[in-house]
């Protein structure tokens, strides 16, 4: 077995968040910051004498910004990058073109704060990393749990389910995370107009949701929108839950919607795929289709599994289409896809489970 830890090379600017990068990276016992670099000119060099096993890398650098970086790499020597960005407007755009470029998850800059949110930005930056590793070391042991992982009773008790008996009108919920920004738009591109309500949870950052979302709706026949608390689940909608909140599924007489709320991180994540399925599991039941895509972790495995049992159609991604093998894995595991299927095929699955 593989324990050799894994090398992540820091490139950004600013020699306060590479410190921070450091110390927040080298808190993992799995993972060894090989070295830090203020450019790209400066990363190369260090690359010229070791390869990393992973780079995290800022978008707007002097003398060369990310992006192109990033492109010169990939055709070069792929290696597996983790985006490092700020909130802004145009710092979300560049960030959503990286991973088009091929970058395999966006991370939100370690900022000071409380300190419940510095150590919230220590799981989702260690667990990016943990990610980006595996897209290209198929197999390393299993990250060791460092910090207590909730579940969705956090946001969610689970209690009886008040799901209407079944009916002809059908919602599907998504759950994915690494590698799920291109899953998506492959799974969403695939649709007609007309097709069922979805919900959606992809971990991404808070703020790049919205960015997301819009690109989404500019490729898709499928209206698609951040989602906003109280907001309708209707056919030819797609509803994608907002970074940081988590987003749950409910039923008013025969109206489904969106609540967005806050809470703790649900299996180390906010939004939790986990608190959407068991949403879907109480208030849609047998009316609902539970889809779970690329990602790392089992976020969205048991969740998968209540909806299963409450009489929902349940599908899991199969490992050769999947970036990371993580979360379907899980749900295959525990039984919760009915199921297993080529990334291509889920769309046409879904459909003709809704009719």
């Known amino acids: 077995m593989d324990n050799k830890p894994i090398r992540v090379l820091v490139v950004d600017d600013s020699a306060l968040v590479r410190q921070t990068m450091q110390e927040i990276l080298a808190s993992h016992p799995q ?43 990939m055709s070069q020597h792929p290696i597996p990058v983790v985006i490092c960005s700020s909130l802004t407007g145009k710092g979300t755009e560049t960030g959503l073109k990286a991973l088009e470029y091929g970058a395999v998850d966006i991370i939100t800059k370690p900022a000071v704060g409380t300190k419940t949110f510095l150590e919230e930005s220590r799981v989702k930056i260690c667990d990016a990393v943990l990610a980006a590793s595996m897209v290209r070391r198929k197999k390393i042991p299993r990250p060791k749990k460092i910090e207590p992982k909730l579940t969705a009773d956090a946001v969610m008790p689970a209690k009886a389910s008040k799901a209407m008996v079944k009916t002809t009108e059908k919602v599907v919920a998504v759950g994915a995370s690494t590698g799920g920004t291109e899953a998506l738009r492959v799974f969403l591109e695939a649709l007609p107009l007309d097709s069922p309500g979805i919900v959606i949870v992809q971990h991404m950052p808070e703020s790049f949701t919205a960015s997301f979302a819009n690109r989404l709706d500019t490729l898709c026949r499928v209206s698609v929108k951040e989602a906003a608390d109280n907001d ?5 909608r797609v509803l994608i839950a907002p970074g940081n909140r988590h987003a749950l599924l409910k039923r008013s007489g025969a109206r489904y919607y ?34 779970i895509m690329t990602g790392m972790g089992d976020d ?31 749900a295959i595991k525990r039984g919760a896809a009915q199921k297993v299927l080529s990334l291509d095929s889920i769309a046409g699955a879904v459909l003709r489970e809704c009719q």
């Open 31 to 73: 993972i060894e910051v090989m070295a830090t670099a203020a450019d790209p000119f400066a990363a190369a060099d260090k690359m010229r004498h070791e390869v990393p096993d992973v780079i995290t890398l800022d978008v707007e650098m002097p003398r060369m910004d990310g992006v192109t970086f990033l492109q010169k790499i």
């Open 232 to 236: 309708t689940v209707i056919r030819g």
């Open 258 to 291: 969106v609540e967005i709320k806050d809470g703790p991180l649900v299996c180390r994540h906010r939004p939790s795929v986990d608190v959407l399925f068991r949403s879907a599991s109480r208030y849609a039941g047998k009316n609902a289709v539970g889809v």
């Open 300 to 330: 969205g495995a048991r969740g998968l599994l209540e909806m299963k049992d409450a009489g929902a159609f349940t599908i899991a991604q199969d490992e050769k289409s999947s970036v990371v093998f993580g979360m379907p894995q899980e």
